[in-house]
C-alpha cells in the first residue's frame, strides 16, 4: 500500500523558515517523480514544486521560486521542502504527491494527508 | 500559463441524477494531458480521470471524462451519495495548473 506522510509544519512567524519532510512507502521511491501541492484554508490546489526522480530536474511555481528549495533523499524513501522567507499567503494544507511519471509534468496519482503550515506573528 | 476555468462553482443536485462539470482552458492542452480529482472534505484529493477520457484504477464506470478543443466535461452519469464532493481538473501538459473546483451539492 502506498503511503505518504508529511511531518514539520507548524506555526511560524513572517520572514522564517520551516523545513517540511514526506516520508514515503509502498512503491519504488527512485522511480518516480514528486511533487508538492498547496491548499489555503478554503481555497483550491496550488502546485508547488517538484522534483526528478534522480533531481536533475526541479521545478518551483512563481509564487515560491527563490524562497523554497525541493530536494529528496531516495537512499531514505523521503521527499523535503525547505521553506524560507515565509509569508501569510503561504500559509496553506502542503501535500505531497507522488507523480504518475519520473520525470516531467505529470498527474498525481497518490497524496498524502498534508501538513498544515500557518504563517503568522 | 495554461489557465483552466471551472464551471459552475456550486451545482446543486439529487441522488440519482446527472452531474456535467466543465473545465475550460485558456489554450490547447497538450496530448490531452488532462486530469480530474474528487475532494473530500478533510480528505486529500483523489484521482479520478487522466488524459481526458481515462478512468484510473478503482474508479466506478459513472465518470467518465471527454474532451473537445479546450473544452473537458467530466460527467457522473448517476450521482451516489459518496459522489458528493469538490472536482478539480489539472493540465500537466506545460506546466502544471489546477482549476478552480466545482463543489457537488446535495439539493
Known amino acids: 500500500e502506498v503511503q505518504l506522510v508529511e511531518s514539520g509544519g507548524g506555526l511560524v512567524q513572517p520572514g522564517r523558515s520551516l523545513r517540511l519532510s514526506c516520508a514515503a512507502s509502498?512503491?519504488?521511491?527512485?522511480?518516480?517523480?514528486m511533487h508538492w501541492v498547496r491548499q489555503a484554508p478554503g481555497k483550491g490546489l496550488e502546485w508547488v514544486s517538484g522534483?526528478?526522480?534522480?533531481?536533475?530536474?526541479?521545478v518551483y511555481a512563481d509564487s515560491v521560486k527563490g524562497r523554497f528549495t525541493i530536494s529528496r533523499d531516495n537512499a531514505k524513501n523521503s521527499l523535503y521542502l525547505q521553506m524560507n522567507s515565509l509569508r501569510a499567503e503561504d500559509t496553506a494544507l502542503y501535500y505531497c504527491?507522488?507523480?504518475?511519471?519520473?520525470?516531467?509534468?505529470?498527474?498525481?496519482?497518490?497524496w498524502g494527508q498534508g501538513n498544515l503550515v500557518t504563517v503568522s506573528s | 500559463e495554461i489557465v483552466l476555468t471551472q464551471s459552475p462553482g456550486t451545482l446543486s443536485l439529487s441522488p440519482g441524477e446527472r452531474a456535467t462539470l466543465s473545465c475550460r482552458a485558456s489554450?490547447?492542452?497538450?496530448?490531452?494531458?488532462l486530469a480530474w480529482y474528487q475532494q473530500k472534505p478533510g480528505q486529500a484529493p483523489r484521482l479520478l480521470i487522466y488524459?481526458?477520457?481515462s478512468r484510473a484504477t478503482g474508479i466506478p464506470d459513472r465518470f467518465s471524462g471527454s474532451e473537445s478543443g479546450t473544452d473537458f466535461t467530466l460527467t457522473i452519469s448517476r450521482l451516489e451519495p459518496e459522489d458528493f464532493a469538490v472536482y478539480y481538473c489539472?493540465?500537466?501538459?506545460?506546466?502544471?495548473?489546477f482549476g478552480g473546483g466545482t463543489r457537488v451539492e446535495i439539493k
Open positions: 489539472q493540465q500537466y501538459g506545460s506546466s502544471l495548473t
Open positions: 509502498g512503491f519504488t521511491f527512485d522511480n518516480y517523480a
Open positions: 504527491a507522488k507523480a504518475l511519471h519520473s520525470f516531467g509534468w505529470s498527474l498525481f496519482d497518490y
Open positions: 522534483i526528478s526522480w534522480n533531481s536533475d530536474n526541479i
Open positions: 488524459g481526458a477520457s
Open positions: 489554450q490547447s492542452v497538450s496530448s490531452s494531458y
